[in-house]
């Protein structure tokens, strides 16, 4: 089948719910992916065909996004801060304001020299831990999280990306203490409250992975009020503790790190001018 009439498909089928604009980066990344071509292959060589195999791939991935599956769980793959993680059902696709966390804690750590150790908690896909341990090449990262599923998929992403970090499978929300001192801790743990449901897409609801999103109205502080505590006993003195949060919860959370005796507190906008990380320091 020639290549421009399934584009031609694509967006006869998909433009009403997506966009056409969102269609041909749908497509550019498919054709990518299947065929080894760039998307302005086409415009200089309108005729190229595509064998019954790779054909039905296209198929394939056509009835899956007209059903609102993610693009990312259809390649079985995204990039995030430059490095390629595979994801799944069984973990959140990483954000673009995640890789603005990422980028301000490499930002605030660039000077030191002492080998970091750094903890990531709820680390899904392991994008966080990973991105960091490839970043500050000597510090020691641990990452844990409370599902199977995604510590198997994270240590794979470990090894695509030739780093290696020590995974824990643990609950953070009945952890004491993991028994060691981290110069830094970051997560970005579920936040979104049970009645912001209604403002999430579809694509979200039905293919990512509820336990790392949710939370309920009458607790939504419910993991920063643990992972705080712990903080508290597992940063060394001068540690720092960065978190990803809910843009409508940011004064909850500076009081909640007030009363946990956190100082330095500092909050920050995405991109988007949304308040959605933080940071503190444990001086004590």
């Excluded at 086409?42 to 609102?68: G, I, N, Q, R």
């Excluded at 993610?70 to 973990?91: A, D, M, R, S």
Aim: glycine fraction near 2%; include cysteine; hydrophobic fraction near 40%.
């Amino acid at each position: 089948m020639i290549l421009k009439e399934i584009q031609r498909l694509y967006h006869n089928e998909l433009d009403v719910l997506y966009g056409r604009e969102e269609v041909d980066t749908f497509f550019s990344y498919l054709l990518e992916e299947y065929c080894g071509l760039k998307l302005f292959t086409l415009a200089l060589t309108p005729d190229l065909t595509v064998d019954k195999e790779k054909e039905s791939l296209f198929f394939k991935a056509l009835s899956e996004l007209k059903l609102e599956k993610p693009i990312q769980q259809i390649l079985g793959k995204t990039f995030f801060c430059e490095l390629t993680i595979k994801i799944n059902e069984h973990v959140l696709i990483p954000r673009p304001e995640t890789e603005e966390l990422i980028l301000w804690i490499q930002e605030k750590y660039e000077k030191k020299q002492a080998p970091l150790k750094i903890l990531d908690i709820g680390t899904g896909s392991g994008c966080i831990a990973i991105a960091l341990a490839k970043h500050f090449k000597s510090a020691k990262v641990h990452a844990m999280d409370i599902s199977d599923e995604a510590l198997k998929l994270a240590k794979e992403n470990a090894s695509l990306n030739d780093v290696y970090i020590e995974f824990l499978k643990a609950d953070i929300l009945t952890l004491e203490s993991s028994h060691n001192e981290y110069d830094l801790i970051v997560s970005n743990p579920p936040y979104v409250r049970v009645s912001e449901k209604e403002q999430i897409k579809n694509n979200v609801l039905q293919y990512e992975p509820h336990l790392a999103l949710f939370v309920t109205d009458d607790d939504p502080l419910l993991f920063y009020k643990k992972i705080a505590n712990f903080a508290v006993d597992n940063l060394v003195r001068n540690g720092e503790l960065f978190f990803e949060i809910n843009q409508y919860l940011s004064s909850s959370m500076i009081t909640l790190l007030e009363k946990n005796k956190f100082s330095e507190i500092e909050l920050k906008n995405d991109v988007f001018e949304n308040p959605r990380m933080i940071r503190a320091v444990k001086n004590f």
